[in-house]
């Protein structure tokens, strides 16, 4: 039988100040997020730029998702065996300095380095992510996980908002590769604090190394979730965002930008500002609806119900193109969906799932989100260059199909009733 009281919690603000280690990993959020959405303006700018193709940004986009896809096997295997807290500030160090590569990128004669070097950043990513979800519950106490997810959430949510907001100004304002210089600085920040955190990893690594055993631990990780077929579902929800949503959208903000609301140099300021609404969106979805649901299982399970319906609104909104002012009122709805489907979604996994597999459980969440965004991404870049009024209608396919992956989840939260 399950338990209907809620979870005791601690406030947002008293968790922040008396967990130092929780502190630390927050703030080095908060500066790497920072400059991902500023890295992210600039790059898909640079693309439109240099090749005007939708193609060409859908590609950016596939290569940005495709790989970590690739490396979340060894990624989730490094994080369950490995001391998480080192695992992180590699991953700093890296993309600090591979991010600077791009200011040589100048030319379409110089893409490849541009992809290539997008590739190792998004690579690093790939192992950054699932490593910080997984450390979590290590340097916080159980019932103050609910609330650091929380303020997880909400802080990829502002830090979208700020930065996109400010990637866009300082890209359409004073040029793209000034972005570059600063998201490497974030970096080094992210860096700093991260090494502020005192964590030691519970279990010593063991047992034989090398690529075959890194495969079957990674395949012990999918059949956790096979047998755990509650686990499984929660997992792939991100994915049922990426691949109806996200993906596609993402390349096709690109092109509103560039060519329907063009502000700013190549569009940069008015995709900042629509990345901004879709920080303020995603923001204050889980904030508001965790109001009612708290840290319980059943009312959380609600939600993500209730926001994909919100979803499809908000992209319904979004496909009539009237203006500018109703193409964000309309991403601005969307992302409350998406947003609370994502918060709650981390929420139910890190309540179910042990910790000495957790780490392979998440990245393989990543891969199912990352490889259904590559081929949204890439579906949408094709549309833009195939078929006539593109973006009305891919947007308006999308506010209806996203239903279906809803109508799933529904029936079986109505199933999990019946049989309780």
């Known amino acids: 039988m399950t338990s209907t009281s809620e979870p005791r919690s601690t406030g947002y603000r008293d968790l922040v100040r008396r967990n130092p280690n929780f502190r630390n990993l927050w703030f080095g959020q908060i500066v790497s997020l920072f400059g991902d959405w500023f890295n992210l303006i600039a790059s898909a700018s640079l693309v439109g730029l240099l090749t005007g193709s939708g193609i060409a940004v859908g590609g950016l986009f596939v290569v940005r998702m495709l790989a970590p896809f690739l490396i979340s096997p060894f990624a989730g295997v490094a994080s369950d065996r490995y001391n998480r807290r080192t695992i992180l500030i590699t991953t700093d160090v890296v993309r600090a300095v591979v991010v600077l590569g791009f200011l040589w990128v100048r030319s379409t004669e110089t893409l490849w380095l541009f992809y290539s070097l997008t590739f190792i950043q ?12 997984a450390i979590l519950p290590d340097i916080v106490a159980p019932e ?13 949510s502002v830090m979208l908002a700020f930065g996109a907001a400010a990637g866009g100004l300082v890209a359409g304002g004073w040029g793209i590769y000034p972005a570059f210089i600063i998201d490497s600085a974030t970096f080094l920040l992210s860096l700093f604090f991260i090494t502020r955190i005192r964590y030691e990893p519970k279990r010593a690594p063991t047992g034989a190394k090398g690529l075959g055993v890194a495969l079957g631990q990674y395949l012990d990780g999918l059949r956790y979730l096979a047998r755990h077929r509650n686990v499984l579902l929660i997992a792939v929800q991100k994915a049922s965002l990426t691949f109806f949503v996200v993906g596609a959208f993402e390349v096709i903000q690109v092109a509103m930008a560039k060519e329907l609301f063009v502000i700013g140099d190549g569009g940069g300021i008015g995709l900042g500002i629509m990345y901004a609404t879709l920080g303020v969106g995603s923001g204050i979805g889980p904030l508001f609806f965790r109001a009612f649901t708290g840290d319980r299982v059943r009312p959380m399970r609600g939600a993500i119900a209730m926001s994909y319906v919100a979803m499809a609104v908000g992209l319904w909104i979004t496909s009539t193109l009237s203006s500018f002012g109703i193409v964000l009122f309309g991403s601005f709805i969307r992302a409350m969906g998406g947003g609370t489907l994502w918060v709650f979604s981390t929420q139910l996994l890190l309540n179910l799932v042990p910790e000495h597999i957790r780490g392979r459980v998440f990245a393989t969440e990543y891969a199912f989100l990352t490889l259904a965004m590559a081929v949204s991404a890439g579906l949408a870049g094709w549309s833009l260059d195939q078929l006539p009024n593109a973006i009305a209608l891919t947007l308006g396919s999308m506010s209806a199909l996203i239903l279906i992956p809803g109508a799933v989840w529904t029936l079986s939260i109505l199933r999990a009733g019946k049989a309780s």
Do not use: E
């Open 122 to 133: 998004l690579a690093m990513h790939g192992v950054f992510y699932p490593t910080r979800n």
């Open 144 to 156: 103050d996980i609910g609330t650091a997810n929380a303020i997880t959430g909400a802080t990829w």
